[in-house]
């Protein structure tokens, strides 16, 4: 009886090492360059063709986005923050490779960083857009860790 419960469990601990672990508590920041190529279908939104910065926090779940001139152009609030707005809350995923950011329940922040290509797509609204192109915004571009 001793035997198959070690077995299982022994199987059981391979599996876990060979899932995408989370990372601990960081900071992770990345300098990102557009790409020429088109969005993926079913983007939409204006598309943001200058450098960015993108400031990942993994312990206070923020994400923020600058331009070269070090001008914040998306941020994510706190939750406690915009509590009133249908239970903002944004979900972080961290792993090993890929870095994943959206807002629940709530459209108008999302993207994701592949951490070995360094690939970056990701969407924003914008406050100060005043028409269709430019009320939301999209990037797509490289990144590479700082």
Same mark, same amino acid.
């Given at each position: 009886?001793?035997?198959p419960f070690a077995t299982s469990?022994?199987?059981?601990?391979?599996i876990g090492l060979l899932l995408p672990s989370p990372v601990s508590a960081? !900071?992770? !920041?990345?300098?990102?360059d557009p790409v020429a190529e &088109?969005? &993926?279908a079913g983007w939409f939104g204006g598309p943001w063709s200058a450098p960015l910065r993108v400031v990942v926090d993994s312990s206070a779940r923020t994400v923020e986005i600058f331009d070269r001139d070090n001008v914040a152009v998306a941020v994510t609030a706190r939750p406690a923050r915009l509590s009133s707005l249908n239970n903002y809350q944004l979900d972080i995923v961290i792993t090993d490779y890929v =870095?994943?950011? $959206?807002? =629940?329940?709530?459209? $108008?922040?999302?993207g994701y =960083?592949?951490?070995?290509?360094g690939r970056l797509d990701m969407?924003?609204?914008?406050?100060?857009?005043?028409?269709?192109? !430019? @009320? @939301?915004?999209?990037?797509? $571009?490289t990144c590479r860790e700082r």
């Open positions: 009886m001793k035997k469990f022994a199987l059981a601990a391979l960081a !900071t992770f !920041t990345f300098v990102c &088109p969005s &993926p =870095i994943n950011w $959206g807002v =629940i329940e709530m459209w $108008g922040f999302s =960083i592949d951490r070995k290509s969407i924003w609204s914008n406050s100060s857009g005043f028409n269709p192109e !430019t @009320s @939301s915004r999209q990037f797509h $571009g």
